[in-house]
């Protein structure tokens, strides 16, 4: 069953990459007593992912940081390593967007927002959604209809409903 406005977060490990070293951390302590956006896509290096998802979010950051927004974290079932060098690539982690991994799919299908399209490569991974979290509380969810566009769960959207 997919997450719902008004419930708490489950608790989950993401793990991500420092220089050359990985760390990992429970998603419980990153929220706690913090407003913090999270969003999930299907992929680093995938199409409206790269192109869509993740500037949408790069050029709202100044202005969820000035509404009271203390992180912005994406999530996507890849390792520490892809997550680390597209989110260089892509800008991300220069605006400050923090590049976490749920590399065994534990958060994302917690949260209900797992599928797989073997068609295209894609097992257990995540679909798009953008959330508004507050002290663990998700108090704005938009999730994307399956299809490859960024609209809802674009970063404007969001910015759009605080």
Not at 33 to 40: R, T
Request: aromatic share 6%.
């Amino acid at each position: 069953m997919t997450i719902s406005v008004g419930e708490n977060l489950p608790d989950a490990l993401l793990r991500w990459r420092e220089g050359d070293a990985p760390q990992s951390g429970q998603l419980s302590a990153m929220t706690k007593g913090h407003k913090v956006v999270i969003f999930g896509l299907p992929g680093a290096f995938t199409g409206t992912c790269t192109t869509a998802h993740v500037p949408s979010m790069i050029r709202v950051f100044p202005d969820l940081k000035a509404k009271g927004v203390d992180d912005v974290i994406c999530v996507s079932v890849n390792d520490i390593f892809a997550m680390q060098v597209w989110g260089e690539q892509t800008g991300a982690t220069d605006a400050g967007i923090r590049m976490l991994a749920d590399p065994e799919c534990e958060f994302t299908r917690a949260i209900g927002m797992d599928f797989s399209a073997p068609v295209v490569g894609l097992i257990n991974r995540s679909m798009r959604y953008t959330m508004l979290v507050d002290d663990g509380v998700v108090t704005i969810l938009n999730q994307e209809p399956p299809g490859g566009s960024c609209v809802i769960a674009a970063g404007e959207t969001l910015l759009d409903m605080m």
